[in-house]
Every structure is written in C-alpha cells, then in structure tokens.
Antibody
Framework: QVQLQESGPGLVKPSETLSLTCTVS????????WSWIRQPPGKGLEWIGY???????NYNPSLKSRVTISVDTSKNQFSLKLSSVTAADTAVYYC???????????WGKGTTVTVSS | QSALTQPPSASGSPGQSVTISCTGT?????????VSWYQQHPGKAPKLMIY???KRPSGVPDRFSGSKSGNTASLTVSGLQAEDEADYYC????????????FGGGTKLTVL
C-alpha cells in the first residue's frame, strides 16, 4: 500500500513562497495522479491541484496564478510551490493520490503551514 | 467554480440512518458521475468513503452508501455507530474544459 508523507517549513513569511514536498513510499510515482489539498484552521477542504506522473497539471482557478506542482520521479516525490503567500494561506496541507484525478484514495497525514512574520 | 453546498450539521441515534446532502449544479454534481465522499475525524486526514457516486473502496463498511438525483448527491449512513461521528465532505469533478475538483463545505455528523 502506497504511503505519503508531507515535509517542509512550518512557518513562512508573508509575500514569500511556500514549498512542500510529498514523499511516496511503498509504490512508484510512475503512475496515478498526485494531488495537493489544504484545510484552513476550523474550515473545510480546498482542492489545490494535481499532477499526472508524466507531468500534466491542473490547478484550482482561484490559486492558478500562484501555484506550481512538479514531480521528481528519480526521488519518488512531488512538490507544491505557492508564491506570494498571505495569512489566508495558513492551513494544513495534504498530499494525496489516486488512479483518477476526481477522487483521492490515499492521503498523507498533513503538515501545518503558518504564514506569519 | 463555487463550493458544493452541504448542511453544516446532521445527527442521529445509534442504529438509526442519517442522510447528508450535497448540492451542486449541472456543471459539477449533475453533469458527471464523479462524486466522492470523505470522512474526517478531528486531527486526522480525510478518508475516502465513496467514489463515483456509489462505489465503496475496499474496507469501507456497507453501512455507507451514496446516490445522486439531478444536481444533488447524498451520503447515507445506516446503523449509526459512535465511530461514525466525524466531518463528512463531498467533492465532484467540476468542468468539461478544466479538469478541476470542488469540495463541499462539510457536514458535522453527531451520534447522539
């Protein structure tokens, strides 16, 4: 069974770029869709976007101008970059995967990112 | 795209059945059979309970079922158990031109 683990800084300054990595274990990243989802404190889930193992991406239109998702097949990892962050980007960030882009059947445990000076 | 609409709360006694609704539009819920449901306990990651409207992943009890009528999808939990108390989120594919996903606002299910 594939397992996912998010990693990255827990604190990011306003206007800077948030960078997170998701490490895939127990399986290869060379298949499936790989997604990022976030959850602000006390709020619901928000889909950020996904990347197909071959590199094709799709992003939430509300975040598209600031988001980049990439994959590193040599390291079995995929990454999220969110630029020009504000306090509104404070959230638990989850990585997830599935055979199809429209649902996620394996999730990481999540990592908390706080945007503050 | 707008978030899907869910009731903020739902409740039922042990053994009873509860249904949670998820309302969208013809551009998401109503247009495709790509609705999924997730269960989230406090401090935990979401867990996929239903995909493609009414399919259960391996390991999900058959007490959980999904359906759809028009622009509204529903999750029914039968034979409520204490461990079913959690937040539930629906999501849907949302667009023919952009392969995007949209979530509902979530429903807090309380087992009385």
């Amino acid at each position: 069974q594939v397992q996912l683990q998010e990693s990255g800084p827990g604190l990011v300054k306003p206007s800077e770029t948030l960078s997170l990595t998701c490490t895939v274990s127990g399986g290869s990243i060379n298949s499936h869709y790989w997604s990022w989802i976030r959850q602000p404190p006390g709020k619901g889930l928000e889909w950020i976007g996904y990347i197909f193992y071959s590199g094709g991406t799709n992003y939430n239109p509300s975040l598209k101008s600031r988001v980049t998702i990439s994959v590193d097949t040599s390291k079995n990892q995929f990454s999220l970059k969110l630029s020009s962050v504000t306090a509104a980007d404070t959230a638990v960030y989850y990585c997830a995967t599935s055979r199809y882009y429209y649902y996620m059947d394996v999730w990481g445990k999540g990592t908390t990112v706080t945007v503050s000076s | 795209q707008s978030a899907l609409t869910q009731p903020p709360s739902a409740s039922g006694s042990p053994g009873q059945s509860v249904t949670i609704s998820c309302t969208g539009t013809s551009s998401d819920v109503g247009g495709y059979n790509y609705v999924s449901w997730y269960q989230q306990h406090p401090g935990k990651a979401p867990k996929l309970m239903i995909y493609e409207v009414n399919k259960r992943p391996s390991g999900v009890p058959d007490r959980f079922s999904g359906s759809k009528s028009g622009n509204t999808a529903s999750l029914t939990v039968s034979g409520l158990q204490a461990e079913d108390e959690a937040d539930y989120y629906c999501s849907s594919y949302a667009g023919s031109n952009n392969f995007v996903v949209v979530f509902g606002g979530g429903t807090k299910l309380t087992v009385l």
